[in-house]
């Protein structure tokens, strides 16, 4: 493997902040992490190790401190974030981080902390990995199509036509689906279904939070994409989804993320409200890197092994 070499000038060097949501050791059952969402730890540790060996690792804070002090990032400058909080961050993530004495930030959709309850982007994998129909007929607002299930590339095609109506639904319309691929396909999507979709307990969240290496903030509660939400439940899931951390936590949390983190997943009204309960840094998943004096509300993000994105600094093998 060779190294990107970087000639730009100093003023030109980006901040690379990369995007993971977990590490897995466990082999997928049928079309499970068909994404690539949590990726293998032998690749996680040596991604880990690039960045430890030829990168500059900074914490969200103080990327963020060279960032409004108008310096030039490091060369190689990387912050390390993990979305969701799910547990495997825990019990695979940070014990390389750990070892390697890597920082990183952790995004936890606060209201899933220590409960059974699986994301409904998993919801939806799992209904459709584990249900024994070869097809489904399921209204999609004005599409009533059938997608055949039998083979493993027709049950992908079928989540990713659901999940990508379910993304630009509104949340109402979203939990009809969902209500309707669980009647139909008669799986119940619990966590017993797959290590992955387990979230953090709170124990775990506090020793995390107790490292200084690691820097906790929010994601929402159940990961309802906040521009979605009527103005006045989108308040109180940030209310909630940061109160809930600082409480946990027993100190006030400064960081946030959007959840899913695209363009129309966010807005100014939505910036607004975190700046006024006290979030200095919101990074997107928006694909880039970030120059300096980027908005810390328009962070760009590079995420790693989702769909086969390549880890930047190195050509994948
Ligand atoms: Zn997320």
């Not at 600082?246 to 946030?256: E, L, S, T």
């Amino acid at each position: 493997m060779t190294p990107h070499i970087v000639t730009d000038p100093p003023h030109l060097r980006p901040l690379t902040i990369l995007l993971y949501h977990g590490v897995t050791a466990s082999r997928p059952h049928g079309i499970e992490n068909h994404s690539g969402k949590h990726i293998q730890v032998a690749t996680f540790h040596e991604q880990m190790t690039l960045v430890k060996q030829h990168c500059t690792p900074l914490s969200m804070d103080e990327a963020m401190a060279i960032n409004q002090s108008g310096a030039d990032f490091p060369r190689h400058a990387v912050v390390i974030s993990f979305d969701d909080g799910f547990r495997n961050n825990y019990t695979l993530a940070a014990p390389i981080l750990a070892e390697l004495g890597l920082p990183a930030v952790f995004y936890l959709t606060s209201g899933m902390i220590h409960t059974d309850m699986i994301f409904w982007v998993d919801r939806i994998e799992a209904a459709i990995n584990h249900t024994r129909l070869t097809h489904l007929t399921i209204p999609l607002g004005d599409a009533h199509p059938t997608l055949p299930l039998a083979t493993s590339a027709e049950k992908i095609q079928a989540v990713t036509r659901i999940k990508s109506f379910c993304k630009q639904a509104p949340q109402a319309e979203r939990d009809q689906v969902l209500a309707t691929l669980i009647a139909q396909t008669q799986v119940d999507p619990s966590a017993d279904l797959a290590e992955n979709y387990r979230m953090l307990t709170w124990p775990q969240v506090k020793a995390m939070d107790a490292d200084p290496l690691f820097t906790i903030g929010g994601h929402s509660l159940y990961h309802d994409v906040l521009s979605s939400l009527p103005h006045a439940r989108m308040l109180a899931d940030l209310d909630l989804s940061i109160g809930l951390l600082a409480y946990g936590c027993g100190h006030p949390i400064h960081h946030y993320s959007y959840p899913e983190g695209q363009a129309n997943h966010y807005n100014a009204t939505i910036v607004e409200a975190l700046q006024q309960r006290g979030i200095r840094y919101c990074p997107s998943a928006i694909h880039g890197v970030n120059p300096k004096g980027s908005d810390p509300f328009h962070l760009r993000r590079i995420m790693v092994g989702f769909q086969e994105i390549p880890f930047p600094f190195f050509p994948s093998e």
